[in-house]
């Protein structure tokens, strides 16, 4: 595949790439690298592609926001109506900060506290998405303290087999995420008998980086054949909650587009009166950006040839965590041999690489971008090695604007402390 080019919004002139209006280059040598380089026009598109194939129909988009949390993106898809689904309240704090709706919020999660509860009702969320019947006690008990009562939504395991890696694959029964669909009519009985809790709809997100529809569209006959037997348990439900999961291309991938799934989903929906409720990342986020890397070194060992570049594991994890495979380009036309290079990190490990193999024409000072970097990129950013966290910069038309600067020395001991006496 001739690569990222091709992404929209992204382009080549005279040899240099430009995402919008602006060369990757000039924001290398204005912000440093390695840096994350967002869109404003993708994530507007992909956002709106959700919106628009859903118009006359009454829905709530919540944009995930651990694939990407940075508060400016979040500010942007608020701008355009934007709910938020959100796992921890560290992630709820940002949803506010940046002007996001708390009624448009919906707390999944496996381990939510009685604080992180606390603080969501308080701030009035639209839903909690919960996950056994454990935490349905423990939101019963932390509503009744503040003498409010949580709307309820059960996230239940349809036991679909996503068909995508392991570790983003979470629909099945041995996943640790929701309740057996088996078990979910005892439960949603307990929740309508207490008088804390509204329940108000049913969730389910059964996996990552899906390209085929079918397991979507199945999970989704699997709940709605539970929400016809909660009707005649005389728990009428006002949502359906589909979760996220809609794949991108990384390579070659095929995902079906927002429009051609949702129309699906529409159908099989049809003539009922649940609001449709959604929780999309990566389909939102992950063809906006770019991690910009600038090579150190160029070296060879027997046959290999390695680039050694300074973003590293720590900058983006996906490569080592999932051996996922992204798209690698120089930013400038370059005369130099094409070789097949690993491109390798800083960072002390093996596993420390972002790709494998791949032709490409550098020399050392060269830039690499590496494309669809938006998604579980920067929000899985570590300090491992002690190096400080990337920059963020978000390009829109030919505006440039610095959305997280780089972390300083200083950032990375802020809160330590030596020991009084040794
Ligand atoms: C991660 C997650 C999502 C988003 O998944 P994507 O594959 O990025 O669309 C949605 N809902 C829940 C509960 C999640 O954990």
Redesign the pocket.
């Known amino acids: 595949m001739s690569g990222g080019a091709s992404f929209s919004h992204f382009s080549r002139r005279d040899g240099e790439l430009y995402i919008e209006q602006v060369a990757l280059n000039a924001l290398a040598n204005q912000f440093g690298t390695p840096c994350y380089v967002y869109s404003a026009a993708v994530l507007r598109d992909n956002f709106d592609a959700y919106s628009r194939a859903l118009q006359g129909r009454d829905h709530l988009i919540c944009y995930?926001v651990?694939?990407c949390s940075n508060i400016a993106i979040l500010q942007l898809l608020a701008r355009r109506g934007a709910g938020f689904?959100i796992?921890s309240v560290g992630e709820l704090e940002r949803v506010l900060l940046a002007g996001g709706d708390p009624a448009k919020v919906v707390f999944?999660?496996v381990a939510k506290t009685a604080s992180e509860m606390r603080r969501a009702l308080d701030v009035g969320i639209h839903c909690f998405?919960v996950e056994s019947a454990a935490e349905l006690e423990v939101l019963a008990e932390v509503a009744a303290a503040a003498g409010q009562r949580a709307a309820v939504s059960l996230?239940v395991n349809p036991d679909v087999d996503a068909g995508t890696h392991p570790y983003?694959s979470?629909g099945l029964k041995e996943n640790k995420?929701g309740v057996a669909i088996e078990q979910a009519e005892a439960i949603y009985q307990r929740a309508a008998a207490l008088p804390s809790i509204e329940v108000v709809g049913v969730d389910c997100?059964i996996?990552?980086?899906l390209t085929d529809a079918t397991p979507l569209l199945d999970a989704l006959e699997r709940l709605l054949a539970l929400v016809d037997r909660l009707d005649e348990l005389g728990i009428p439900l006002q949502h359906i909650d589909l979760?996220?999961?809609?794949g991108v291309r990384y390579r070659d991938e095929q995902p079906p587009t927002a429009d051609a799934y949702l129309s699906q989903v529409l159908q099989r929906l049809e003539g009922r009166p649940q609001r449709l409720v959604l929780?999309?990342?990566?389909?939102i986020v992950a063809n906006s950006a770019v991690l910009l890397t600038e090579t150190i070194y160029l070296k060879q060992s027997g046959d290999k040839h390695f680039a050694i570049v300074d973003a590293a594991m720590n900058d983006m994890l996906r490569p080592s965590l999932y051996q996922a495979w992204m798209a690698l380009e120089n930013t400038s036309a370059s005369d130099a041999p094409e070789r097949l290079y690993d491109v390798v990190g800083p960072v002390c490990e093996t596993g420390d690489w972002l790709a494998k193999e791949r032709p490409l024409r550098l020399r050392s000072g060269d830039r690499l971008a590496m494309f669809s970097a938006g998604?579980?990129g920067f929000t899985m950013a570590s300090n491992y090695n002690s190096r400080t966290r990337a920059a963020e910069i978000l390009v829109d038309g030919e505006q440039v604007q610095l959305i997280r600067e780089r972390e300083t020395l200083a950032d990375l001991t802020r809160g330590e402390h030596l020991l009084d006496s040794v």
Do not use: C, M, W
């Open positions: 995930a651990k694939a689904d796992v999944s999660g998405n996230r983003i979470t995420f997100h996996g990552s980086q979760g996220g999961g809609l929780e999309p990342g990566r389909s998604a579980y």
